[in-house]
């Protein structure tokens, strides 16, 4: 049979649905329980299980040397994760940065990154060792303390969970993206979750409310300062879900002569410091914070950034909260206890379920260590029991050994005894016959009786063996605790001032000036307010299209063909040295649009706006400002129609005329006022579109602008004839109308 028709015989047809289904479900359920979810009891995730593990396994303590990573990274890919060597790197990495993690696991020797963002050496450079905490995570492996599993080759074993004596899950906290679901747990105080615990064994049915006095917020290693009001903190603890708004910590600092700079000492978590200061400068070069002059790094091993305010007058309340508003020196740190519980399920906790689900472990790892404890004193006793049979029946046991053929089975027949104590008496040394070590071995078996019988009566006490976790508990509290280094809470927490803050426009410095758009889009805004039929120089090629007068605080608003509008900060505007800057580098304007209408934004206004197709709306100018650069859709348009006009509301009359040269005028109040949409039908055509439209006081008649280079303009006031209900076709105009269809009036 050929091998074609052996494959042909392995094809089994399925729906594609459902073998798509099933690979899907298959990879969703190995990234959540196998990569992205940490587990309650340990707080890791497989990857962080299996460097520790492989360390011990180096025997790299945390008072013996340090060992190269790349050999640790070997160890972790070759036995127990077959995956990419950089990725196990970087796990690695991140649990030695003491500013990424709160309580470190791993000891590193060299560079391993730094609070700017810079990356660790190359693996063959740096070098590493488990630190205590890590030790207090794997105490007990050795003693059936877990239950371990095959390695993915089937070579060896490793631990499904780590034993946990200290409460890793809450205290480093975990981030992680699985399928559908994702994991974010903020670090915390060990000496609280200690606290907190203890409450939890004392008093089995305590309320998270409770559980908050002992755990009031997270501790991060960047230390920072929590301003999240305490009804919010409790209400995320009972749901597992939630934010905590994080500040950097700063003080002022005088420099003399009544004035002061800023010093910010602490950033938030996970914030880069290199980024930060990018942001803060951006926005003083932006002029975004004019109170602001400059930003320093002065940072040594210390974070020290310099904020230097504009004038000695400045609150420095008021540019921090400015700056805690624009820049990462407040974030929120978002809470999802997303983790997987003891049977390996994805469960969103609570700060209480999290608590107890450790606690839970602890009991059950104490009731296994100690069945285990008490399995090993059987077996001693059993041995002991031996040799002091042997002891008591020294000379027939020797001539036993001395004269039978089966030594073992006339021992085990003549002193019935059990085939390890016939083993244990085979394997004696001569020196191990003298009277002293016989008395040694009567000692260690009176002990071992008692040590058996206190096991066994804590075996059958619960609330004996709930002492025990607990006495276990204060122990690791005092070694990680506030009279450590490593332990004295680094988050403080504080209300957030209530400094009012002074809006951006208000910080700008008012100033006129005359805002010049060449027809190319190239922009600037020229000091003082020149007249508007002055000369103005323009690139070659290039020519004027928009000037107008405006202040530094105003807001311009450009529409688009495309039916968008966009906003502009006066103050934003380059120099009027020079040509300008093209004003698709200060919006998102796509290049094959044309720029419609520019103009100031006027509080409270309205402006018509009118599509080819000649249709049109009203629109607030309030509803108009755009917060980004990408713009705010207004006018609905589909190719090939483009809007094409924009011009302010302000008169009781509308004039349309179409390119088929028909006038029609008819009320302003015919047209509605939309927020967004293609709008109402203007005047209607058989063919073209819409050529111009103007807004105007019936009163004072209709007004356009003459041919040729003067500026004469002709208004005519006798409007009977073209007037009419809006949608209409209209009818030709009056004679000496511009052959352009134009009223040239904007």
């Not at 990879?27 to 360390?55: E, F, Q």
């Not at 390695?151 to 034993?163: A, L, Q």
């Not at 091993?301 to 305010?309: H, S």
């Amino acid at each position: 049979m050929t091998q074609s028709a052996h494959a042909s015989e392995n094809i089994v047809e399925t729906p594609f649905e459902s073998a798509l289904s099933e690979r899907y479900l298959a990879y969703a359920l190995s990234t959540i329980t196998a990569r992205s979810l940490p587990d309650v009891r340990d707080g890791l995730k497989p990857v962080h299980r299996r460097l520790l593990y492989a360390m011990r396994l180096l025997k790299l303590d945390p008072a013996a040397g340090f060992k190269k990573c790349a050999r640790v990274v070997g160890d972790v890919i070759g036995k127990y994760h077959p995956h990419g060597d950089q990725s196990v790197y970087d796990a690695l990495v991140r649990l030695a940065q003491d500013f990424a993690v709160r309580y470190p696991l791993i000891d590193g020797q060299g560079n391993f990154g730094n609070v700017d963002g810079d990356n660790a050496a190359a693996m063959r450079y740096t070098e590493a060792r488990l630190t205590e905490v890590a030790r207090a995570l794997m105490d007990g492996l050795d003693e059936d303390a877990v239950d371990f599993r095959e390695t993915y080759d089937g070579e060896d074993e490793e631990p499904i969970v780590f034993p946990a004596a200290f409460p890793n899950l809450l205290a480093n906290g975990a981030t992680g993206i699985a399928v559908g679901m994702a994991t974010s747990i903020p670090p915390h105080y060990a000496a609280e979750l200690i606290d907190a615990a203890l409450h939890l064994i004392k008093f089995p049915r305590a309320t998270v409310t409770k559980l908050v006095d002992f755990v009031p917020g997270p501790d991060f290693p960047t230390g920072g300062v929590l301003v999240e009001p305490r009804d919010a903190i409790e209400k995320a603890y009972e749901t597992g879900r939630g934010s905590f708004r994080l500040r950097a910590r700063w003080e002022k600092e005088d420099t003399g002569r009544g004035t002061y700079q800023i010093v910010v000492s602490e950033i938030p978590f996970q914030v880069q410091k290199s980024k930060l200061i990018e942001n803060i400068a951006e926005l003083v070069n932006d002029r975004k914070l004019p109170i602001l002059a400059d930003v320093r790094d002065e940072s040594a091993e210390d974070v020290r950034i310099v904020l230097e305010p504009k004038s000695r007058t400045v609150d420095p309340q008021v540019l921090m909260e400015s700056l805690f508003r624009m820049s990462d020196l407040e974030v929120r740190v978002s809470l999802n206890l997303n983790v997987l519980d003891a049977d390996r399920t994805p469960v969103v906790m609570s700060l209480r379920q999290a608590l107890q689900a450790f606690l839970d472990h602890r009991l059950v790892v104490l009731q296994r260590r100690t069945d285990h404890r008490l399995k090993k004193i059987a077996k001693r006793l059993e041995v002991l029991a031996g040799y002091l049979i042997a002891y008591l029946n020294l000379d027939e046991v020797i001539r036993i050994i001395r004269e039978e053929d089966e030594p073992k089975a006339e021992l085990m027949a003549t002193f019935k005894l059990t085939d390890a104590q016939a083993e244990a008496i085979l394997n004696m040394r001569l020196r191990s016959l003298r009277k002293l070590e016989e008395m040694e071995i009567r000692r260690e078996h009176d002990a071992l009786k008692d040590e058996q019988a206190e096991l066994l009566d804590l075996m059958g006490d619960v609330a004996k063996q709930w002492r025990v976790i607990a006495d276990d508990l204060r122990d690791v509290k005092k070694r990680f605790g506030k009279d450590t280094e490593l332990g004295r809470r680094r988050t403080d927490f504080a209300e957030a001032p209530t400094a009012e803050i002074v809006p951006i426009e208000a910080m700008i410095e008012k100033e006129p000036i005359t805002v010049v758009c060449s027809a190319m889009g190239w922009i600037r805004g020229i000091k003082g307010h020149v007249a508007l039929d002055e000369p103005l120089k323009y690139k070659e090629g290039d020519e004027g299209r928009f000037v107008l007068h405006a202040q530094t605080t105003d807001k311009l608003l450009l529409f688009a063909s495309n039916g968008r509008f966009y906003t502009l900060g006066a103050d934003k505007l380059p120099g009027g040295r020079g040509h300008g800057e093209p004003v698709r580098l200060m919006i998102d304007l796509p290049n094959e649009d044309a720029i419609v209408a520019l103009f100031v934004h006027r509080p409270g206004s309205r402006v018509l706006v009118a599509s080819s197709e000649g249709r049109g709306f009203l629109a607030e100018a309030d509803a108009l400002i755009a917060s980004t650069k990408n713009g705010k859709q207004v006018m609905n348009v589909k190719d090939p129609v483009r809007a094409v006009a924009c011009l302010a509301a302000e008169g009781d009359a509308v004039a349309v005329v179409g390119d088929n040269r028909k006038l029609l005028v008819f009320a302003l109040d015919e047209v509605p006022v939309m927020t967004r949409g293609r709008g109402v039908i203007l005047q209607r055509y058989k063919g073209g579109g819409l050529a111009d439209v103007t807004v105007f006081n019936r009163a004072d008649g209709l007004s356009w602008r003459m041919g040729g280079s003067g500026e004469r303009t002709r208004t005519e006031h006798d409007l009977a004839v073209w007037e009419g209900k809006r949608a209409n076709m209209g009818r030709l105009p009056p004679k000496g109308f511009p052959k352009n269809n134009k009223f040239g009036l904007r």
